[in-house]
């Protein structure tokens, strides 16, 4: 090719006027974008700007309505991820493509051409796993691996490519601090190879400090092209909510009351085979705070959620209590009647039935507040609830009537927040509260937050994003493999501490995964 | 006197487990793929009365067994247009398969009731038939049997050693993984479950040609129902199926031994009857109880409809 030969300057990817139009919605719409060699681009945008959709257009999985596409100075129609591949593009999926009941090697091979020879792909694997520091074991079986390994298995099936573009979908989501910064480390060895990367994400930071060009998507058009390190963060905010970023007011500490929520030596045996343990948590909640737990994910934050929210029981009753009354063996309405709201990572299956209208939703954790009239429903009642709901919370909807799943991720979480804040709960237990969630609304909810523990609740969050619970929390603590740390006040701790921990080392004796394979 | 018997019974039993062997091993394939087919039973069950009639009127066993392995096929086909392409409901419509292949078996074998096929010869390897027990069960045996064992080794090569096997088992576990991937989701699906309705005709057509050759309703008798539990309780796993199989196989030729024998025994035949059933369902339940193993091997997306996105 001898349009290689301009060097930097070559253009190795263009998309002009890229249109994808979905039944009930425009997800990409005019869309152009350049990308050189050796350049790593962001595209930023919020949940449903449509991201993902450009990027798997580019990828073959899907395909444009209109426009075009040049590979290299040529005009392509990418037929498929494999056409794709065969042209020198890769792609790391948000939610990984891996098989977990295969080993990495199989893992790899199946995203390979042709018929590879497992034995030396293993080898291969090892090799260009050690050049880019990501070490992974062939021989492992997938469901075995923490997120962060799995990300690196996807990364090295790519790399065993010799891509000439490389496809970041949100990659930092499932990582600790510090192995984002070794994320970093590889992406910018790949680009400086000639390797080009389009690095989606809504993470404003990351993109500054990684990223020489920016492309902003919001609804679906492209709203600007930016140069991240001459802008500010809250600039590309802007740029991609199109207002200015709402700042939440973190009061001074409230005076603390009673304790609502004490953890006692809790532990159990997870029901999935392949699920984390919990072992030994100590933790109490008290009235007028919010205490955050971070952790990478898979590390028990859904085992403890779930022995929390009652879903699963624990066998000692007196290791979990709510508001004073020892909970461990109570149902989950038991535990509602004493005073705690719970909103659960899932929103459609746990949080809310997809295929029941909002108003029924509302009737499902709402019933004790005086819904129902010797055990008949008074539909008036909760339609009038679900409408204060979605007013309250800004929830773009149909109407109360409409089924849940009719709802974007972003309003259900903010239906199903309003939902348990407008019940006042004594104790609230929140997963991801702004997982999905677009900017301006994230900061919505936690404003909420802040605002119910000043009417003092105490509020136990479990969020994957560090940057929220530094936002928001009193005080914090890190689940890491089962076990729980101290909680500390913010002001004695920061990210770097808490990133450490994230890995089991706050004391000596814990594992250390993450950082240990790193190093 | 007595080593004869028991290679009577040894015979006896390989004989019986051989449908099921073959009959689960497709359905195997498919569910690995993703897709359960509850229509075993009515594949079965026209490829036995295919088989019966081809060979009847043709006088050709293996014209027979073609035909039969070519009416599960179609049957399993037209399945697979419905929950693959219509994205029909996968249990709705297995059992719809079974209820409609039973019938129309009965319907087409109506002419068929009072008809025999000669018995055919079976296949002596020289020497090793000669052999005292174990010589004639194993190498004196119909040609099917041998072709179920063909079949097992075949099986387990392409599943763990090959790469379509590991595509197959990719698209079982994810499918949505495998089509970000670039795997023809629904043209693997497509292909596992005809392989399994193909299997699931040859089974039904070794029971009308070769076991007891000729056609009566009903023969079929609960095998294709027998085979998806073993199938399934034996969590996925070829050599579990091959073990199932035989153990069904060996206590149904027992439980009749008795019942021939004159035994002074007080127990209903109906519950001797009943016994082979009761026992492969208890001996697989029990060696499957790791959920481990089950997790590992079953696939994750077994019985749910995927539609790729355009």
Not at chain 2, 85 to 108: E, H, K
Not at chain 2, 241 to 266: P, R
Request: proline share 5%.
């Amino acid at each position: 090719m001898t349009s290689e030969s301009g060097g930097s300057e070559a253009l190795r990817l263009e998309l002009q006027g890229i249109t994808k139009i979905y039944p009930s919605v425009i997800a990409n719409e005019d869309v152009s974008l350049s990308v050189k060699k050796g350049e790593i681009h962001a595209v930023l945008g919020e949940n449903g700007a449509g991201k993902s959709t450009l990027m798997k257009m580019i990828y073959g999985v899907t395909k444009p309505d209109a426009g075009e596409m040049k590979w290299e100075g040529q005009v392509v129609h990418v037929e498929n991820p494999a056409h794709a591949r065969s042209l020198g593009i890769g792609m790391v999926f948000q939610h990984f493509s891996l098989f977990e009941t295969l080993n990495v090697v199989e893992n790899v091979a199946l995203g390979l051409p042709g018929n590879p020879d497992l034995n030396q792909l293993a080898e291969q694997i090892i090799e260009v796993s050690n050049r880019y520091g990501l070490p992974v074991d062939p021989q492992r079986l997938v469901h075995a691996l923490s997120v962060g390994e799995r990300q690196r298995v996807e990364i090295v099936r790519c790399l065993l490519q010799n891509p000439k573009l490389l496809i970041m979908d949100e990659p930092t989501s499932v990582l600790t601090p510090q192995a984002v910064r070794k994320l970093f480390d590889t992406l910018r060895q790949l680009a400086e190879e000639g390797c080009s990367i389009l690095y989606i994400s809504h993470k404003l930071d990351e993109i500054q400090e990684l990223c020489h060009v920016a492309t902003v998507l919001r609804d679906g058009k492209v709203t600007g092209d930016c140069i991240p390190s001459e802008e500010t963060p809250r600039s590309m905010a802007s740029l991609m909510i199109g207002k200015e970023l709402p700042v939440p007011e973190h009061n001074a500490p409230v005076e603390l009351g009673e304790a609502r929520l004490q953890l006692n030596r809790l532990s159990r045996k997870s029901d999935d085979p392949f699920g984390t343990n919990l072992r030994d948590i100590e933790l109490e909640v008290r009235s007028g705070e919010i205490l955050g737990i971070a952790g990478v994910s898979g590390n028990g934050q859904q085992e403890l959620l779930y022995a929390l929210s009652g879903e699963e029981l624990v066998d000692d009753a007196d290791s979990i209590v709510i508001c004073g009354k020892a909970s461990g063996r109570d149902n989950p309405d038991r535990r509602r009647v004493g005073g705690l709201g719970f909103v659960p990572e899932e929103r459609l299956g746990r949080g809310a039935v997809p295929r029941m209208s909002l108003t029924e939703n509302a009737l499902l954790t709402a019933h004790h507040a005086g819904m129902l009239k010797n055990g008949m429903i008074q539909f008036d009642k909760i339609a009038e609830f679900a409408r204060k709901c979605i007013d309250g919370f800004n929830v773009k909807c149909g109407g109360e009537e409409h089924a849940a799943n009719s709802l974007s991720g972003g309003n259900l979480q903010k239906f199903i927040m309003g939902r348990e804040i407008l019940l006042t709960p004594k104790m609230l237990v929140v997963a991801q509260p702004t997982w999905g969630v677009d900017v301006g609304a994230a900061a919505f909810i936690r404003q909420e937050l802040i605002d119910l523990r000043n009417e003092g609740t105490a509020i136990l969050v479990i969020s994957e994003e560090l940057e929220e619970l530094f936002e928001i929390s009193d005080r914090i603590a890190v689940i890491a493999n089962g076990r729980m740390s101290p909680a500390k006040n913010l002001a004695d701790t920061n990210i770097d501490e808490i990133g450490v921990w994230m890995s089991g080392m706050w004391d000596q004796a814990a594992p250390a995964e993450e950082v240990q394979t790193n190093a | 006197m007595e080593s004869s018997i028991l290679s009577s019974i040894l015979f006896a039993t390989i004989v019986a487990g051989t449908p099921l062997i073959i009959v689960a091993l497709g359905q195997l394939i498919a569910e690995k793929s993703g897709v359960l087919n509850l229509g075993a039973e009515g594949m079965m069950s026209m490829g036995a009365i295919a088989g019966f009639a081809i060979s009847f009127e043709t006088g050709s066993v293996w014209l027979g067994v073609l035909g039969g392995m070519a009416a599960g096929a179609l049957m399993s086909y037209l399945f697979a247009v419905v929950v693959l392409t219509l994205m029909g409901n996968q249990v709705a419509t297995g059992l719809a398969l079974s209820i409609l292949g039973v019938g129309l078996s009965a319907f087409i074998g109506k002419p068929y009731e009072s008809e025999i096929l000669p018995t055919i010869e079976a296949i002596r390897i020289p020497l090793l038939a000669d052999i005292p027990i174990i010589g004639e069960p194993l190498f004196a045996q119909q040609s099917l049997v041998y072709f179920s064992w063909a079949l097992f080794g075949a099986i387990v090569w392409f599943l763990y050693r090959s790469r379509p096997g590991l595509v197959l088992r990719a698209v079982g576990e994810s499918p949505s993984s495998a089509h970000s991937i670039g795997y023809p989701v629904i043209r693997i699906r497509y292909m596992a479950t005809i392989f399994g309705g193909a299997m699931a005709g040859i089974g039904g057509a070794f029971l009308s040609v070769f076991y007891t050759p000729l056609w009566v309703e009903g023969m079929v008798a609960g095998r294709g129902w027998i085979a998806i539990a073993l199938v399934v309780f034996a969590t996925w796993r070829p050599f579990r199926v091959m073990v199932g199989a035989y153990l069904f196989g060996g206590v149904m030729v027992a439980q009749l031994f008795v019942q021939g024998s004159g035994l002074e025994i007080n127990i209903p035949s109906q519950f001797l009857s009943s016994l082979p059933y009761l026992a492969t369902i208890i001996v697989l339940v029990i060696i499957s109880r790791d959920q481990n193993t089950v997790r590992l091997n079953a696939p994750v997306s077994l019985g749910q409809p995927y539609r790729p996105d355009a």
